[in-house]
């Protein structure tokens, strides 16, 4: 009778300790899982590149609209309109400056694929016309980089309305020099790539007062 009981026991014990095994064992494969998850639901992947942090800090480019602020190079200018233009499912802005004193330019924002923010000032007087592989302008040597023609959009003040445009595009490493045509004849302007650090963004408050 007390050898049963012993035995009875014996079992009793191997049976607690398995069950505190598998407690233990499930309880530590929920928390794997669990972290994990977390792992999971942390990671995104993202473009190493990216200017999503930069963007957070001196505003996002592609976001700019009449009535924002452009800090560029320490002068502020207020955006006036903004031309959206699209070809080929491709879109990118630009948008007319302009300081309230006399100085006004222009800024494009492109995407293909990298971000290419650019200030434009217009040049009067050029003779050359777009076309060849090379061109001339005031001491200096563009090389032909794209051309075309795209359907463009006004907001705000931009001297435009809503029609076709055609382009003609040149480059010479930063500088840029662009030749566009909205209708009434060639139109020149120079260009140069703007870094990051360069220029910052105040959008305007649209939000209730």
């Known amino acids: 009778m007390e050898a049963l009981l012993i035995i009875i026991i014996a079992i009793l014990a191997i049976i607690a300790v398995v069950l505190v095994f598998n407690v233990i064992a499930n309880r530590r494969e929920r928390q794997a899982r669990e972290v994990q998850g977390v792992r999971d639901r942390a990671y995104a992947p993202r473009d190493p590149f990216s200017s999503a942090d930069d963007d957070a800090v001196r505003g996002d480019p592609r976001t700019l609209k009449p009535g924002d602020l452009v800090e560029v190079r320490g002068e502020t200018f207020a955006v006036r309109g903004t031309l959206t233009l699209s070809q080929s499912g491709f879109s990118w802005t630009e948008n007319f400056l302009d300081t309230g004193t006399g100085r006004k330019a222009w800024v494009s924002v492109e995407e293909d694929p990298d971000l290419e923010v650019v200030l434009w000032e217009e040049l009067s007087g050029v003779t050359a016309t ?54 009434s004849g060639w139109e020149c302007a120079r260009g140069q790539v703007l870094a990051r650090a360069e220029y910052r963004i105040f959008p305007a408050d649209t939000g209730p007062s």
């Open 130 to 183: 777009p076309g060849p592989d090379t061109v001339d302008v005031e001491g200096r040597r563009y090389t032909s980089d794209e051309a075309g023609s795209a359907r463009f959009s006004s907001l705000g003040t931009t001297g435009l309305a809503t029609g076709n445009m055609s382009y003609h595009d040149y480059a010479a490493g930063d500088d840029r020099l662009s030749f566009e045509d909205f209708g």
